[in-house]
């Protein structure tokens, strides 16, 4: 069955431009759908062209590789969209919707539960695919329930609840299974006194900003913390701030973060993974796991 090219799609992205770390190749086929409606028509589109389709959030925890992606990348960023229920604690948002708003019309709506959040540069769907957390917090402890559909199946719309989502730390079923998320339920404590939580919501952005490098390209944590142990401890403690291969550069600020000095590759910043992990092994007979999820062959 022959199903029209949607209007939305583009040849050729440059995916640099829809990651944090601002490194990536191009995508052969791309859009930005404006509603879930769209998004199911794109892969509608790719599954009769016979295309892979992946979805990408805000591209804060994605390293994309150099040479690009063949098939169809959507970004989810323009899905947004959401509805809080003050009296119940009951948010229902898009996929796309950005997860520090998020926490800041919630935390003005007296709710309390997402104050831990609101330094999260991704959204929504992202956040339940990785079970996005901080600060004591994560969105495990938060979400009710996601919708979601099978790229090859996009007609038909299904709910998971909480319990069928196989959270652990930083880790969902999601991550296993090609669904996509469209939107997501979360349940929040209802009655707070706003001002409170919105103050504890700045705090935490506060301490953030203060001791991470903000105001560089970066994705966040690059290592899973191997438990009982802080992967930015065991790096910072081999003396590894500030080692660099080419524009990839150990965040002298956070050892945990690899930031984007200037130019980097994909395949740079993937070297310098390589060259940590190799370092903590030999010191600590640790192997670090990265939180970072890669797409494409770097
Ligand atoms: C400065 C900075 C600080 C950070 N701090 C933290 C932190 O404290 N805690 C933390 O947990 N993370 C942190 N991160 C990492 C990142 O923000 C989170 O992992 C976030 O949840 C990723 O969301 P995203 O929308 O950017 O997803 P993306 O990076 O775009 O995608 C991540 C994964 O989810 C998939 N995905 C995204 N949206 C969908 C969807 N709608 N349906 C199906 N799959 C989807 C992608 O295919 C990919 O596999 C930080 C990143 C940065 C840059």
């Known amino acids: 069955?022959?199903?029209?090219?949607?209007?939305?799609?583009?040849?050729s992205?440059?995916?640099?431009?829809?990651?944090?770390?601002?490194?990536?190749?191009?995508a052969q086929w791309f859009a930005e759908p404006e509603s879930s409606a769209e998004l199911q028509a794109l892969l509608q589109w790719a599954r009769a062209e016979g295309l892979a389709?992946?979805?990408?959030?805000?591209?804060?925890?994605?390293?994309?590789?150099?040479?690009?992606?063949?098939?169809l990348t959507l970004c989810n960023r323009r899905l947004q969209g959401s509805r809080i229920e003050a009296s119940s604690g009951l948010i229902e948002a898009e996929a796309g919707e950005p997860i520090p708003s998020l926490a800041r019309r919630a935390a003005r709506a007296g709710l309390s539960g997402l104050e831990w959040?609101?330094?999260?540069?991704?959204?929504?769907g992202g956040a339940a695919v990785m079970n996005a957390g901080a600060q004591g917090g994560c969105t495990a402890e938060v979400l009710e329930s996601v919708t979601v559909i099978e790229p090859g199946r996009p007609e038909q719309p299904f709910t998971?609840?909480?319990?069928?989502?196989?959270?652990?730390?930083?880790?969902?079923?999601?991550?296993?299974?090609?669904?996509?998320?469209?939107?997501?339920?979360?349940?929040l404590q209802a009655g707070h006194d706003p001002a409170e939580v919105s103050g504890r919501t700045s705090a935490n952005l506060h301490s953030?900003?203060?001791s991470q490098p903000y105001q560089q390209p970066s994705c966040g944590s690059v290592f899973r913390n191997p438990e009982p142990h802080k992967a930015g401890q065991l790096?910072?403690?081999?003396?590894?701030?500030?080692?660099?291969i080419g524009g990839a550069q150990v965040s002298p600020i956070h050892a945990n973060f690899i930031v984007n000095s200037g130019g980097a590759t994909a395949s740079e910043i993937d070297q310098l993974i390589?060259?940590?992990?190799?370092?903590?092994?030999?010191?600590?007979?640790?192997?670090?796991?990265?939180?970072?999820?890669?797409?494409?062959?770097?």
Request: proline share 3%.
């Open 117 to 124: 959040a609101v330094g999260i540069p991704g959204t929504v």
């Open 53 to 71: 389709a992946r979805v990408i959030g805000a591209g804060s925890n994605l390293l994309v590789s150099d040479a690009g992606l063949e098939g």
């Open 274 to 298: 390589a060259l940590v992990q190799q370092r903590v092994q030999a010191a600590h007979g640790i192997r670090l796991h990265t939180e970072v999820k890669r797409l494409g062959t770097t």
């Open 160 to 187: 998971l609840s909480n319990s069928e989502l196989a959270f652990a730390y930083r880790h969902s079923r999601l991550q296993q299974e090609e669904l996509v998320v469209l939107s997501a339920r979360f349940r």
């Open 235 to 244: 790096i910072e403690g081999l003396g590894l701030k500030g080692l660099s």
């Open 208 to 210: 953030r900003t203060s």
């Open 13 to 26: 992205v440059a995916l640099a431009d829809y990651t944090t770390w601002r490194v990536g190749g191009p």
């Open 1 to 11: 069955m022959s199903v029209p090219a949607p209007a939305a799609l583009r040849r």
